[in-house]
T-cell receptor, first 113, second 113 residues
Framework: EAQVTQNPRYLITVTGKKLTVTCSQN?????MSWYRQDPGLGLRQIYY???????DKGDVPEGYKVSRKEKRNFPLILESPSPNQTSLYFC????????????FGAGTRLSVL | GQNIDQPTEMTATEGAIVQINCTYQ??????LFWYQQHAGEAPTFLSY????GLEEKGRFSSFLSRSKGYSYLLLKELQMKDSASYLC??????????????FGTGTLLAVQP
């Protein structure tokens, strides 16, 4: 089954404690992306990657890092989380060709205390 | 820059028809998507328009007018399970072959018995 898998689904942490949210896709997609979703603001792109070792900032990259060492994985790293990073996070992937529908993971609800 | 507008909330009755509008302003338009998102879940793909006109898929149809920067999603024979947020997203081409998906803030549809 084609899917985007992100873990953990729920996470409560404290300010300053480094954390990583993993994302993996099994569709051989070149493009992967991270979004955060906040009430009234919609989905905002944090970082994206066009392929292995190719990453770039989205609209709200501050406080986040990503890496793309393998095609299937695109982890989101918060080196020093702060309360304003409390949000619902989605990983997404798509092919670069044709209609390139974007597929989303189930989401990670993060609370930073 | 880009701007996507859609109503914040709508209410409709089970069995009825509802139309959700989306207007956008963007450079390098390269397609428009509609996604459905139930509360706390991942957005799922509904429809895609890149040329003017109507795309029909079962109970769901989507219309696009590129000259007016306008799209709508039409839901027929509404069911209770259609209660969800509907996201309009515009794919914007920039920097050569790079495409970016810009999301509106979503329209929360409540279907009442």
């Amino acid at each position: 089954e084609a899917q985007v898998t992100q873990n953990p689904r729920y996470l409560i942490t404290v300010t300053g404690k480094k954390l990583t949210v993993t994302c993996s896709q099994n569709m051989n997609h070149e493009y992967m992306s991270w979004y955060r979703q906040d009430p009234g603001l919609g989905l905002r792109q944090i970082y994206y990657s066009m392929n292995v070792e190719v990453t770039d900032k989205g609209d709200v990259p501050e406080g986040y890092k990503v890496s793309r060492k393998e095609k299937r994985n695109f982890p989101l790293i918060l080196e020093s989380p702060s309360p304003n990073q409390t949000s619902l996070y989605f990983c997404a992937s798509r092919a670069l060709l044709a209609k390139n529908i974007q597929y989303f993971g189930a989401g990670t609800r993060l609370s930073v205390l | 820059g880009q701007n996507i507008d859609q109503p914040t909330e709508m209410t409709a009755t089970e069995g009825a028809i509802v139309q959700i509008n989306c207007t956008y302003q963007t450079s390098g338009f390269n397609g428009l998507f509609w996604y459905q998102q139930h509360a706390g879940e991942a957005p799922t793909f509904l429809s895609y328009n890149v040329l003017d006109g109507l795309e029909e898929k079962g109970r769901f149809s989507s219309f696009l007018s590129r000259s007016k920067g306008y799209s709508y999603l039409l839901l027929k024979e509404l069911q209770m399970k259609d209660s969800a947020s509907y996201l309009c997203a515009v794919r914007e081409k920039y920097g050569g072959a790079t495409n970016k998906l810009i999301f509106g803030t979503g329209t929360l549809l409540a279907v009442q018995p």
